[in-house]
């Protein structure tokens, strides 16, 4: 279920490629597996593969369907963002996210400049531009690159993928894709699947874990994928790692060349910019699912019921929005819905998937990040230690 079903509302809105054809698979048949699995509780996603037939060129908008029919309504509101992505240019569509991530590898080499000033000034400034720069290449990049959202072309699509992920991330690119696509997008808070357990640590005290912890992340992020590669066939663990090497020592050289650090200077530096936007990042992470409705791997509800009960979004911030971009942030309610969207077409579509939801009586959650935060502090035990409970979606209305 979790991939088939995330067909309908991420490759229908896939721009037109060169020539005018559109890869994706056919909408009608894919209206069949959507239908299915709205009465078909069961996760494993074998169960729902419908073969693809569509040949290049067949282009056609979502079907009509009949009002109240869950799967209807999420063809239908497909079927308005399509349109809208039809129309939109390619500076909508990627130009726009690119001229972002541009501009925050523009800003490093100043960032490595001003670490070899003797200036306190300079030097903090030097890591205030390479911790925002990171952000922006290692978050928004790679989690753009992880939906294939940067570009149309599929080959081009999994080299950003291996550059952002691996080479500027440290991660790879399977574990980054398991966790996140597959499991978080397909199972959005469905316990045992794609609840965001990954990021409770129920061992620490609620200020270490909100204010303390988040700064291990980027060591902890390079363990992980350590460990998540020794898990891999062979070939691929070498490739990972040869990747992952050459951006670690890589930036390791840029610090010692540039900024003119000795070794161990240039590593904490390394760290010490990585982690300066790692206690938002985890907030965010967990503001936007946790202490939402749960759900039973075996009595889940319709998808749409189920994105638009356990996704929240916060409201627009000019940083946090730059650095980690629109879908992690004041768009994540579309981003689920559509996760092939690029940040800036997720805020293009906003006000529409906004109002059809809300016009058709489904919630539409948002709240402010103080007021997350407060709950979070407030609640931390129940929300971060105890298993959440399941929620009857019966229970909601």
């Not at 609840?195 to 874990?209: G, I, T």
């Not at 409705?293 to 019921?305: A, D, G, N, V, W």
């Not at 996760?339 to 489904?362: A, E, I, Q």
Request: glycine letters at 8%.
């Amino acid at each position: 279920m979790d991939e088939e079903v995330e067909k309908i509302t991420s490759k229908d809105v896939i721009e037109k490629g060169e020539g005018g054809e559109v890869e994706n698979l056919s909408l009608r048949k894919r209206m069949i597996i959507v239908r299915h699995s709205s009465t078909n509780r069961d996760p494993t996603p074998e169960h729902n593969i419908v073969e693809d037939i569509q040949k290049p060129g067949d282009v056609r908008s979502p079907p009509e369907t009949k009002d109240g029919d869950e799967g209807g309504q999420l063809l239908e509101l497909s079927r308005l963002v399509w349109e809208e992505c039809k129309k939109s240019s390619w500076w909508e569509k990627h130009g726009a996210d690119w001229a972002i991530i541009g501009l925050a590898m523009c800003t490093v080499p100043a960032g490595f400049v001003c670490l070899g000033s003797s200036s306190l000034f300079l030097f903090m400034l030097g890591i205030i531009i390479l911790g925002l720069g990171n952000s922006v290449i290692t978050v928004k990049g790679s989690h753009l690159a992880s939906h294939r959202s940067l570009c149309q072309s599929t080959e081009l699509g999994r080299i950003w993928a291996t550059f952002f992920i691996e080479v500027c991330s440290w991660l790879p690119v399977p574990c980054g894709e398991k966790g996140h696509v597959k499991q978080h997008h397909g199972h959005t808070n469905v316990i045992g699947l794609g609840d965001s357990s990954v990021w409770k640590a129920p061992y620490l005290s609620c200020a270490v874990y909100m204010f303390l912890a988040p700064l291990a992340l980027p060591v902890l992020t390079l363990l992980v994928g350590l460990r998540y590669m020794m898990q891999m066939p062979l070939s691929k663990a070498l490739c990972s790692l040869f990747f992952i090497s050459l951006g670690l020592l890589g930036h390791c050289w840029l610090l010692a060349r540039i900024s003119g650090l000795g070794v161990g200077s240039a590593i904490g530096c390394m760290f010490l910019s990585r982690s300066m936007m790692a206690i938002p990042f985890i907030h965010v992470n967990i503001f936007q699912h946790i202490g939402l409705p749960m759900f039973s791997p075996t009595q889940r509800p319709r998808r749409l019921e189920l994105i638009t009960h356990s996704v929240l979004n916060l409201p627009r911030n000019l940083i946090l929005d730059w650095t980690f971009g629109h879908t992690l942030i004041s768009c994540h309610v579309e981003h689920h819905l559509f996760p092939m969207l690029s940040d800036h077409m997720c805020l293009k579509v906003k006000p529409m998937v906004s109002s059809f939801l809300r016009t058709h009586n489904l919630p539409y959650q948002e709240d402010t990040y103080m007021s997350r935060l407060q709950l979070f502090l407030s609640n931390y035990n129940e929300l971060m230690v105890q298993a959440p409970p399941i929620t009857q979606l019966v229970d909601l209305r």
